[in-house]
């Protein structure tokens, strides 16, 4: 029997992945919501398959139209899931659990993500994990209005982290990898103007990529991924060095303005950290 939570995604271009994603939580609710921001290949064709409302609604950030998203679900639990991500079969009863009593004790649900890398079929040994907040209560919790940074805010509502994961299938290449984290560092620049001196900048540029790329090789774990692992450290600590260029850039070009984002998607995924 399905769930009284609505599930949501918001889609560009994932007609390749987002029926995995569709297949592992359809059992789960009766309402399954996909806001397409301009899709060109068949996702919304996939969509309408697995019986998902399809509504189309024009990009205009990441935060934003998640919000326009929630405001779409019947439900006001709701789940939130990218294109790329799968709920494995241990997660799945969890949430099931969760709601087997009537409604949770809690808003706020943190869901543990593993990354997946190209070409995988499930993350590697010691895999990497984070836990967002992805299953609440929209009464007491929405997603920030931030375009490019998507994460839940609930003041200081306690929360609790659910068994099981889910699969990230980010990047279908390693080329999509820098590709994806450059296009979001940019996004960053327009977004946010760092507080800190140009000088500071400057120092940090000389340090970004090696301790950058230690922080995801060594405490990220990459390091048991092998050449795929060491490449991936190596695409994240370039793209956080890219960044304080950019930020040196446009704080020369607009030393005391507040630089606005472009109107538009970088990639059809969640931003990465």
């Known amino acids: 029997m399905p769930l ?19 297949a592992a939580v359809r059992h789960l609710s009766d309402d399954i919501v996909v806001v397409d921001s301009g899709s060109t290949d068949d996702t919304v064709a996939v969509a309408a398959r697995f019986g998902a409302r399809v509504i189309r609604n024009d990009w205009v950030g990441y935060g934003p139209q998640k919000r326009f998203a929630e405001e779409q679900c019947r439900h006001d639990w709701l789940l939130n899931l990218d294109a790329d991500e799968v709920v494995q079969p241990r997660l799945a009863g969890a949430i099931a659990a969760l709601f087997s009593a009537g409604p949770p004790p809690l808003a706020l649900y943190r869901i543990r993500i593993k ?17 967002p907040v992805r299953l609440y209560d929209r009464r007491r919790a ?27 299938y980010s990047f279908r290449s390693m080329d999509h990898i820098r ?8 996004l960053q620049v327009h977004e946010k ?4 001196s140009t ?8 340090t970004e990529l090696p301790a950058q790329f230690l922080r995801y090789y060594l405490f990220r774990r990459h390091v048991t991924g092998g050449r795929v692992g060491a490449r991936y450290a190596f695409e994240h600590a370039r793209a956080k060095r890219k960044r304080i260029e950019r930020f040196l850039l ?14 538009r998607r970088v990639d059809e995924s969640e931003p990465a950290d």
């Open 4 to 22: 009284p939570i609505s599930i949501f995604i918001i889609t560009r271009n994932e007609g390749d992945r987002l029926g995995r994603t569709l």
């Open 142 to 168: 929405r997603y920030s209005p931030s375009l490019t940074d998507d994460r839940v805010v609930g003041g200081k509502l306690p929360s609790a982290v659910l068994p099981g994961a889910v699969w990230h």
């Open 193 to 196: 103007v760092p507080g800190r």
């Open 250 to 263: 446009a704080l020369k070009a607009t030393p005391a303005a507040e630089i606005r984002p472009p109107p």
């Open 199 to 206: 000088l500071f900048l400057r120092t940090r540029l000389l």
């Open 179 to 186: 590709d994806k984290l450059e296009g979001y560092a940019a």
């Open 115 to 131: 990354t997946v890398y190209p070409g995988r079929t499930r993350p590697r040994p010691l895999a990497d994990t984070i836990a």
